[in-house]
């Protein structure tokens, strides 16, 4: 792997006119180098240093990209003097990845994806980092203005309210969205604007490999609408998952190899916050392999729906059902993935996850989650019960049922706003009741014994086979 770095330094002076103050001078840097194609996906640390007296930080990439069919991507971010190593982030002040080649740090504000704060004395490093490249490798340059003047009145963080209310209920959500904080192409008012029209109860934000959006969204209208702060931990070689109910200003690093053993680190400050770790569509590679490489038994959630249904969603659904007939309770979830409202198949709100809470809340919903009291569905209006009944009991989804060996029990099943469907019940033994739903509001009542099931869940699927619905599993303990 070749690295080549140059440095050319121009200083620009200013002279303050009439303010009383003297400004420092203000300098442009210029680096350039070449990273060959042996450097796919390693990281690069560009130095930069910053005297006393700058206020602001413009960064502008340039490289060469095209290589018909094959392309460069070159992703950025930056790090202040506190430091930029994983084991010691504080110094993070923002990602963009590949979705820009330029942006801006200063006091009150900062380009989106990046973090806004005074722009300290010394040692920065400009990360860069390909995600794709062509043999001849990339050839490429910062151009850093470092400018100074008088610091406007500091960025204050601003979260979003945790709470809308504390009524007990099903609540339909987005795991997984992004905006002009990554690579979306909405801003947050208008992500907000749009899950309100479709009537979802919340979002979670999901930014890639920053959290600038988070300590944002309480500037903006969100009248009725839950945002829960999370983080698209991402890294292209080992694949993405999702740190959902963070706080604010949490920040999760995503520059460590499966073989360095800090996944369980990473998981840990997420639980820490009171939050979930989600692995993001684990069959994104169109060859249909599993293109996660961490440790998934570390995490709570799978994500088995992303986007319109498709065969990879459908290979991620058997792979977690594997999960499941293993004994292992992943939670499973469903998302969009949404960057823009029109133009791809990951439309806000297909899929929807539904939850059962005690309130409109963080804690609520990411407890009901926790709990698999959650079905997914890409229909606005569809509604499922499932519940198990036998003597007392009645346990509904995430829920355990207490049999003794032979003992009946029955299986009580609502499907709402679904017509012309077909109804699946599955256990770890496989599909064990096929029906046909032909009105909109149907009730199904199947009896079983608990001589072999460990859990039951159910699917809706239309005539074509595509998936509707599937509900988390409701279990069985059977003494």
Same mark, same amino acid.
């Given at each position: 792997?070749?690295?080549?770095?140059?440095?050319?330094?121009?200083?620009i002076i200013f002279l303050s006119i009439g303010t009383g103050v003297c400004a420092q001078d203000s300098?442009?840097?210029?680096?350039?180098?070449?990273?060959?194609?042996?450097?796919?996906?390693?990281?690069?640390?560009?130095?930069?240093?910053?005297?006393?007296?700058?206020?602001?930080?413009?960064?502008?990439?340039?490289?060469?990209?095209?290589?018909?069919?094959? /392309?460069?991507?070159?992703?950025?971010?930056?790090?202040?003097?506190?430091?930029?190593?994983?084991?010691?982030?504080?110094?993070?002040?923002?990602?963009?990845?590949?979705?820009?080649?330029?942006?801006?740090?200063?006091?009150?504000?900062?380009?989106?994806?990046?973090?806004? =704060?005074?722009?300290?004395? =010394?040692?920065?490093?400009?990360?860069?980092?390909?995600?794709?490249?062509?043999?001849? =490798?990339?050839?490429?340059?910062?151009?850093?203005?470092?400018?100074?003047?008088?610091?406007?009145?500091?960025?204050?963080?601003?979260?979003?309210?945790?709470?809308?209310?504390?009524?007990?209920?099903?609540?339909?959500?987005?795991?997984?969205?992004?905006?002009?904080?990554?690579?979306?192409?909405?801003?947050?008012?208008?992500?907000?604007?749009?899950?309100?029209?479709?009537?979802?109860?919340?979002?979670?934000?999901?930014?890639?490999?920053?959290?600038?959006?988070?300590?944002?969204?309480?500037?903006?209208?969100?009248?009725?609408?839950?945002?829960?702060?999370?983080?698209?931990?991402?890294?292209?070689?080992? =694949?993405?998952?999702?740190?959902?109910?963070?706080?604010?200003?949490?920040?999760?690093?995503w520059r460590f190899t499966p073989e360095q053993n800090r996944i369980g680190q990473m998981i840990s /400050?997420?639980?820490?916050?009171?939050?979930?770790?989600?692995?993001?569509?684990?069959?994104?590679?169109?060859?249909?392999?599993? &293109?996660?490489?961490?440790?998934?038994d570390l995490f709570d959630c799978i994500e088995v729906w992303n986007g319109t249904w498709n065969g $990879?969603?459908?290979?991620?659904? /058997?792979?977690?059902?594997?999960?499941?007939?293993?004994?292992?309770?992943?939670?499973?979830?469903?998302?969009?993935?949404?960057?823009?409202?029109?133009?791809?198949?990951?439309?806000?709100?297909?899929?929807?996850?539904?939850?059962?809470? &005690?309130?409109?809340?963080?804690?609520?919903?990411?407890?009901?989650?926790?709990?698999? /009291?959650?079905?997914?569905?890409?229909?606005?209006?569809?509604?499922?019960? $499932? &519940?198990?009944?036998?003597?007392?009991?009645?346990?509904?989804?995430?829920?355990?049922?207490?049999?003794?060996?032979?003992?009946?029990?029955?299986?009580?099943?609502?499907?709402?706003?679904?017509?012309?469907?077909?109804?699946?019940?599955?256990?770890?033994?496989?599909?064990?009741?096929?029906?046909?739903?032909?009105?909109?509001?149907?009730?199904?009542?199947?009896?079983?014994?608990?001589?072999?099931?460990?859990?039951?869940?159910?699917?809706?699927?239309?005539?074509?086979?595509? $998936?509707?619905?599937?509900?988390?599993?409701?279990?069985?303990?059977?003494?």
């Open positions: 792997m070749l690295y080549i770095i140059k440095n050319s330094i121009i200083l300098s442009i840097v210029i680096k350039t180098g070449h990273i060959d194609s042996s450097g796919l996906f390693k990281l690069l640390y560009v130095p930069i240093a910053v005297p006393a007296g700058i206020t602001k930080i413009e960064v502008k990439e340039s490289y060469n990209e095209s290589g018909n069919p094959d /392309k460069n991507v070159l992703n950025m971010g930056i790090y202040d003097p506190r430091g930029y190593t994983p084991a010691n982030p504080l110094g993070f002040r923002g990602w963009s990845g590949g979705a820009k080649k330029e942006f801006f740090i200063q006091a009150d504000q900062a380009s989106t994806g990046y973090i806004p =704060g005074k722009i300290q004395k =010394g040692l920065w490093n400009i990360l860069i980092y390909p995600s794709t490249i062509i043999p001849a =490798g990339i050839d490429w340059k910062l151009e850093v203005k470092l400018i100074a003047g008088k610091d406007n009145n500091e960025f204050k963080v601003s979260p979003t309210p945790k709470s809308i209310n504390n009524k007990p209920g099903w609540y339909r959500g987005d795991l997984h969205t992004h905006t002009l904080h990554s690579d979306g192409k909405r801003t947050q008012q208008e992500l907000i604007d749009e899950a309100k029209e479709k009537h979802l109860d919340f979002i979670i934000s999901t930014e890639h490999n920053t959290n600038s959006a988070n300590i944002s969204w309480g500037l903006y209208n969100t009248e009725n609408l839950l945002i829960i702060n999370g983080e698209e931990v991402t890294s292209t070689q080992y =694949g993405h998952w999702n740190a959902i109910g963070l706080n604010a200003d949490t920040y999760i690093d /400050k997420v639980h820490n916050n009171g939050g979930l770790s989600v692995i993001n569509h684990p069959f994104f590679n169109v060859k249909y392999i599993n &293109s996660f490489y961490y440790d998934a $990879l969603n459908d290979r991620a659904l /058997k792979w977690w059902d594997e999960q499941l007939r293993q004994g292992k309770k992943k939670i499973a979830i469903g998302a969009s993935d949404t960057h823009k409202k029109a133009g791809s198949p990951n439309y806000l709100g297909v899929p929807q996850t539904v939850v059962y809470a &005690s309130g409109l809340s963080k804690n609520a919903i990411i407890n009901g989650i926790k709990q698999g /009291k959650a079905y997914v569905t890409s229909m606005d209006d569809m509604d499922i019960n $499932l &519940s198990l009944t036998a003597e007392s009991q009645n346990v509904g989804l995430g829920d355990t049922l207490l049999l003794k060996a032979g003992q009946r029990f029955n299986i009580l099943l609502r499907v709402k706003n679904c017509p012309d469907t077909i109804v699946t019940l599955h256990s770890a033994l496989g599909i064990l009741k096929t029906i046909a739903i032909k009105t909109s509001d149907e009730s199904i009542n199947w009896k079983l014994n608990g001589d072999a099931p460990t859990f039951l869940r159910v699917e809706v699927r239309n005539a074509q086979g595509d $998936l509707l619905a599937l509900t988390n599993p409701a279990w069985l303990n059977i003494n």
